[in-house]
């Protein structure tokens, strides 16, 4: 991922940088998903043309790391050193944050490899797709009663089933989760750079982000949450480049463009929840490029529907609609000012239980007299699961929460 990003661009630049892999990591999901649309076209989504399109990817690779070898090598000691150098320079504060900050991500990998998937959302939709695109050989839908497994966003599961296919065990299936949080470990230390933290508060952002129970919970898991944190700390890291007016050219609008494909195509809750980082890049591209920001626009919505049009055709050929096309099942039917209200207070209440019962108690009294005073039921059937009931419970280990 960093030689190909490197390779990518026009300066001689250091290659062992974060930000090389996050660029990498746009660029190796990309044609990890273009790549299986295609072979997914041709019905040839199997072992013996995703092996041989990794071997090619791995071959282009190695022959451009021979022809540089010698310049290779000698940037790669440098930097090595370089490295060694700011790791010495460390005090002791920061490298046991780091220390810790390895000592965790060891454990997720660990904890992912030894256990293979048993969560609900991993058996009920995302190991079973895989499985149903392995045998029928296409990312083609196919008769199932669970309908998430045919319109929900396919990124994890696309790559996660090339892993499937190669390896013959679902133990690994976690890797993308788990190289998903690493990411993101990189991405919150630049976006922490970007905002003016210097080299304790880059690593404060990367002990914050890997302490969140649940991406520490999800990095040894087949969903597609940490994915999602991902795709948008890699997008808040670019909108921050643009505001602190740092290079920007058509290699980072088609960079843009792949990241916002991704980010869509990993979780359907992408088209709203990054709306102000939406804003801000639009801004900034406005207030560099002025009227000409129409032709980044564009080219960016290009890349970006190139990432997910396999999916919206699938969706809209079975459907009739490209965007979650779950006929109301996923839907509020009531959007009253209370009933929003009741929905805010209600999902951070599940986030607000402790291990004491009695605070517990306390915390669902108060916010069921707050619906009484809204005037909204608590449980309305218009705005939750019919037949769920709110309640507030401690769950550490609930990868959900």
């Avoid at 949450?225 to 609008?253: H, I, Q, S």
């Avoid at 490029?289 to 396999?310: C, E, Q």
């Avoid at 509020?332 to 239980?353: C, D, N, Q, W, Y």
Wanted: a positive charge; glycine letters at 6%.
């Amino acid at each position: 991922m960093t030689l190909g990003s490197h390779s990518a661009s026009e300066h001689r630049l250091p290659m062992l940088t974060r930000e090389n892999l996050l660029k990498g990591a746009i660029l190796l999901s990309s044609g990890l998903v273009v790549s299986a649309e295609i072979l997914s076209l041709l019905h040839a989504f199997s072992f013996w043309p995703v092996l041989t399109l990794w071997c090619l990817s791995a071959g282009c690779g190695l022959t451009w790391v021979l022809l540089k070898a010698r310049p290779l090598l000698a940037d790669l000691k440098a930097e090595a050193r370089g490295l060694l150098r700011k790791a010495g320079a460390l005090d002791w504060i920061e490298a046991a944050s780091l220390g810790a900050v390895v000592l965790l991500v060891l454990i997720a990998f660990l904890s992912g490899l030894l256990s293979p998937p048993n969560n609900w959302d991993s058996m009920w939709m995302h190991l079973p797709r895989q499985v149903r695109w392995i045998q029928n050989q296409t990312l083609a839908p196919y008769p199932v009663h669970p309908m998430d497994q045919i319109f929900r966003e396919p990124f994890v599961d696309i790559v996660s089933a090339q892993l499937l296919m190669l390896s013959d065990t679902d133990r690994v299936c976690f890797a993308v989760q788990w190289i998903g949080l690493i990411v993101c470990l990189g991405a919150a230390s630049l976006i922490a750079r970007e905002v003016g933290c210097d080299r304790r508060g880059q690593i404060l952002a990367a002990v914050l982000t890997i302490t969140v129970p649940v991406a520490f919970l999800q990095a040894s898991n087949t969903k597609n949450d940490l994915a999602t944190a991902l795709w948008f700390c890699t997008l808040t890291w670019m909108g921050l480049r643009l505001v602190n007016g740092r290079e920007w050219n058509w290699k980072w609008t088609a960079l843009l463009g792949m990241n916002l494909g991704l980010l869509v195509l990993t979780k359907g809750t992408a088209y709203f929840l990054p709306a102000p980082v939406y804003l801000l890049i639009a801004s900034c591209l406005f207030r560099r490029y002025r009227w000409r920001t129409w032709k980044h626009a564009v080219a960016i919505l290009l890349v970006a529907s190139s990432v997910v049009a396999g999916m919206y055709w699938r969706n809209w050929l079975t459907f009739g609609e490209i965007i979650n096309p779950d006929r109301g099942l996923y839907r509020s039917k009531l959007f009253t000012p209370g009933a929003i209200a009741s929905r805010l207070v209600t999902e951070a209440g599940e986030h607000m239980a402790t291990p004491v019962d009695a605070l517990n108690r306390w915390s669902y009294a108060a916010i069921a007299e707050g619906h009484r005073w809204l005037g909204v039921q608590m449980d309305d059937p218009r705005l939750v699961w019919p037949g769920l009931r709110f309640f507030i419970a401690y769950t550490p280990g609930d990868e959900n929460m």
